[in-house]
């Protein structure tokens, strides 16, 4: 009990202090969250994927094993929800944000310090959570804004907006020039470190003041679907992560750092997306809500159950 109330105390409540004010902020001062998913899509997102990539030592080993877990979690995860949805029922709008709710989890402005927290700042761990959060990057502005358009609007339409995604070129931009060992000018290293350093604490903001401004009704069958998207991320998520290392044969802290990863509550992108697009913002809002508050005692006892 001891070693759950100092994880609880050290990792998981700095995070919502931090959260907290941004809800604080809103109450306050109205924010724009419309703004603040902008400055994240376009800016902070792809320079801090860019100097992640760039910096952290990975090794091709490391990055191909991390690749193959991530491949089938997904696959696995996926299989699960077409499972749940085909038994809701559901149509339009609201699969994808199911979906969305499910697949996407919070790699950078939670899994990020999480990592950091629960492994000492540990090299290793470190290396593998950046693989995670470019993944996880690159998904939502890919598949994301595909699923939350494919009911609306043409394959045309959505492929302008995917490739108007800065993310998508930060990722083998990074990779060109790591593996040909090109410098970054430091004209530009200072500005991408700048960004980098500001980017977990407006991440925390962001996600507070998205939770500030949500709305708290919901239809009855969509609480139903709510409970579904929290159980699945929080529980089935570090269960099936931790089957599919079983599976591939992984341990030690490799292992230990991808369970945590999959532990994490759903993405801010999720909500990011049903924003920008008008897509389900209510349900997305209260299943980053409630995902991540009930993550201060999911994500404590998985780190526990690594621990001993």
């Known amino acids: 009990m001891v070693i759950f109330s100092s994880i609880l105390l050290n990792n998981v409540i700095p995070l919502f202090i931090v959260i907290g004010l941004g809800a604080l902020l809103y109450r306050a001062f ?31 080993l490391l990055f191909g094993q991390i690749m193959l877990f ?8 996926y299989g699960v929800l077409e499972i749940v949805i085909r038994l809701r029922g559901l149509q339009g709008g609201m699969k994808a944000s199911l979906r969305n709710s499910v697949l996407f989890a919070n790699s950078a402005n939670y899994g990020l310090p999480i990592n950091q927290l629960a492994f000492s700042g540990n090299p290793l ?9 470019v993944l996880q990057s690159f998904l939502p502005n890919t598949y994301g804004i595909y699923s ?6 043409s394959f045309r339409s959505m492929f302008r907006t995917i490739i108007g995604q800065p993310v998508i070129y930060a990722i083998p931009v990074a990779l060109i020039m ?3 060992h090109i410098p970054l000018p430091h004209f530009l290293a200072t500005p991408v470190a700048y960004i980098t350093d500001a980017f977990i604490g407006l991440a925390l903001i962001t996600l507070g003041v998205q939770l500030g401004s949500m709305k708290w009704s919901l239809p009855d069958g969509k609480i139903i679907d709510l409970t579904l998207s929290v159980t699945l991320r929080l529980l089935a998520g570090p269960a099936i992560a931790a089957g599919t290392l079983w ?32 897509n389900e913002p209510e349900f997305s809002s209260q299943a980053v809500f409630f995902s991540t508050l009930l993550s201060t005692l999911t994500v404590t006892l998985t780190i526990w159950m690594l621990r001993i």
């Open 125 to 133: 761990s470190l290396s593998v959570q950046v693989v995670i959060l």
């Open 178 to 180: 790591r593996g040909l």
């Open 148 to 153: 939350v358009n494919s009911h609306k609007s």
């Open 30 to 60: 109205k924010l724009d969250i419309k703004t603040l998913s902008k400055i994240s899509f376009y800016l902070m997102t792809p320079a801090v994927v860019f100097h992640l990539l760039y910096s952290t030592d990975i090794s091709f």
């Open 70 to 77: 991530f491949c089938i979690f997904m696959l696995i995860q």
């Open 247 to 278: 599976m591939l044969g992984m341990d030690g802290l490799v292992a230990k750092a991808l369970i945590v990863s999959s532990a994490v509550p759903t993405s801010l992108s999720s909500v990011l997306l049903a924003v920008e697009f008008d």
